[in-house]
């Protein structure tokens, strides 16, 4: 059974992408700042953070809170799973080794999040594994800056003064 991934465009005091993953029930949290990369030579800084709800992979808007102020767009959205035969989502982020697919409107093919160092805000390098999906050319956060569920960009939903609910 396929999960759900999102990748949330967040403008907070700095801006990153959050990557999430559905793993038993919740939404799995990376912050990163860079974003993912297509070229397998790119280890892109991934910051644990806090799980979310399953039912913010589909927020857009400006939050206030805790987790940041600023706008956020879904950036990509779609589906994963597991590469690794041997062990669950749950068990291979505690053993902090990773190996997922993507199947976004925007990202597709094989990842790896490898953990560097653990602590309270454990480090962890987001990485594209070569596979046929790979692209050293490709960039998509400046190609396709546009959010996958409403179009607008995240300077469009910072400046809408209705931005927190999402259009339809
Ligand atoms: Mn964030």
Same mark, same amino acid.
């Given at each position: 059974?396929?999960?759900?991934f999102?990748?949330?465009?967040?403008d907070?005091?700095?801006?990153?992408?959050?990557?999430?993953?559905?793993? /038993? @029930?919740?939404?799995?949290s990376? =912050? %990163?700042?860079?974003?993912?990369?297509?070229?397998? *030579?790119?280890?892109?800084?991934?910051?644990?953070?806090?799980d979310?709800?399953?039912e913010?992979?589909?927020f857009?808007?400006?939050? /206030? @809170?805790?987790?940041?102020?600023? =706008? %956020?767009?879904?950036w990509?959205?779609?589906?994963? *799973?597991?590469?690794?035969?041997?062990?669950?989502?749950?068990?291979?982020?505690?053993?902090?080794?990773?190996?997922?697919?993507?199947?976004?409107?925007?990202l597709?093919?094989?990842?790896?999040?490898?953990?560097?160092?653990?602590?309270?805000?454990?480090?962890?390098?987001?990485?594209?594994?070569?596979?046929?999906?790979?692209?050293?050319?490709?960039?998509?956060?400046?190609?396709?800056?546009?959010?996958?569920?409403?179009?607008?960009?995240?300077e469009?939903?910072?400046?809408?003064?209705?931005?927190?609910?999402?259009?339809?």
């Amino acid at each position: 059974m396929p999960r759900r991934f999102v990748i949330q465009k967040h403008d907070a005091s700095s801006l990153h992408y959050d990557f999430r993953l559905e793993v /038993d @029930g919740v939404l799995r949290s990376w =912050a %990163v700042p860079k974003g993912p990369s297509a070229d397998p *030579r790119q280890k892109r800084l991934a910051v644990e953070v806090e799980d979310h709800r399953l039912e913010y992979e589909n927020f857009e808007g400006v939050i /206030d @809170g805790r987790y940041g102020a600023g =706008a %956020v767009i879904v950036w990509d959205q779609g589906t994963y *799973r597991n590469l690794d035969q041997g062990r669950s989502m749950a068990e291979t982020i505690e053993a902090g080794h990773v190996k997922v697919w993507l199947e976004g409107a925007k990202l597709t093919g094989g990842w790896t999040l490898q953990r560097t160092s653990g602590g309270e805000k454990p480090q962890w390098l987001l990485i594209k594994r070569r596979d046929d999906q790979a692209d050293a050319r490709r960039n998509p956060q400046s190609t396709q800056p546009e959010s996958v569920r409403s179009g607008r960009t995240i300077e469009q939903v910072a400046t809408d003064q209705g931005g927190r609910e999402q259009r339809k």
